[in-house]
């Protein structure tokens, strides 16, 4: 069975400095794909960065990144230069083939950022 | 705007009653998803369908069913509702295949808080 496990409940990073928060996975599928979204207070879900199980080299997008080991089965997502609002709750999520079905979440993580 | 949209915002049911939650896109997704978030457990899959006239089951589809209307439309009903149910549901859309996934993701409504009482 597929399962997403994020260990950090909370954590907290001053402003304009890095963080990772981390995310580990189980799955026999040799096709997945690995996805982080963001949930600010006001509730929506915003998806932040994907990753294939087959790409080659680590998504980045923006201030975003994924690292992504994959004999580890770990998708960490690193957040540079911090910002206020970047706090919020980070999931991150499954998918059972790259084409996106059937996607399972971790718990989450909350973020506070420090001025 | 583009996106999904997700009605109503808040519904309080009581033991046994019913409702139906209803989703609509417009981005010509062809995969559609109804999930589930309670504290502390993330997001959790209800139904999905992967194309329209396709349903299939989640995590966790107990007490629920849903219906493809069309392309635009995933409705989720329940049908004795209870205590247990009372959650945050969020309906969400993706493109199946293709650069959409690795670019937008999963697009999701806004949600739709139910309280059963």
């Given at each position: 069975a597929q399962k997403i496990t994020q260990t950090q409940p909370g954590m907290f990073v001053q402003e304009k400095e890095a963080v990772t928060l981390d995310?580990?996975?189980?799955?026999?599928?040799?096709?997945?794909?690995?996805?982080?979204?963001?949930?600010?207070?006001?509730?929506?879900?915003?998806?932040?960065?994907?990753?294939?199980s087959y790409d080659q080299q680590n998504a980045t997008e923006g201030r975003y990144s994924l690292n992504f080991q994959k004999a580890r089965k770990s998708a960490n997502l690193v957040i540079s230069a911090s910002q206020l609002g970047d706090s919020?709750?980070?999931?991150?999520?499954?998918?059972?083939?790259?084409?996106?079905?059937?996607?399972i979440?971790?718990?989450?993580?909350?973020l506070f950022v420090k001025a | 705007n583009a996106g999904v949209t997700q009605t109503p915002k808040f519904q309080v049911l009581k033991t046994g009653q019913s409702m139906t939650l209803q989703c609509a896109q417009d981005m010509n997704h062809n995969s559609m998803y109804w999930?589930?978030?309670?504290?502390?457990?993330?997001?959790?899959?209800?139904?999905?369908?992967?194309?329209?006239?396709?349903?299939?089951?989640?995590?966790?589809?107990?007490?629920?069913?849903?219906?493809?209307?069309?392309?635009?439309?995933?409705?989720?009903?329940?049908?004795?509702a209870a205590p247990s149910q009372t959650s945050v549901y969020f309906c969400a859309?993706?493109?199946?295949?293709?650069?959409?996934?690795?670019?937008?993701?999963?697009?999701?409504?806004?949600?739709?808080?139910?309280?059963?009482?």
């Open positions: 995310c580990t996975y189980d799955t026999s599928d040799p096709s997945y794909g690995l996805f982080w979204y963001k949930q600010p207070s006001s509730g929506e879900m915003i998806f932040l960065i994907y990753q294939g919020a709750m980070y999931f991150c999520a499954m998918s059972r083939n790259t084409g996106g079905f059937k996607t979440f971790g718990a989450g993580t909350r | 999930y589930r978030q309670d504290p502390g457990m993330g997001l959790r899959l209800i139904y999905y369908s992967a194309s329209e006239g396709t349903t299939d089951k989640g995590e966790v589809p107990n007490g629920y069913n849903v219906s493809r209307l069309n392309k635009r439309e995933f409705s989720l009903r329940l049908e004795s859309s993706s493109d199946r295949q293709g650069q959409g996934l690795r670019r937008y993701g999963y697009t999701f409504g806004s949600g739709t808080r139910l309280t059963v009482v």
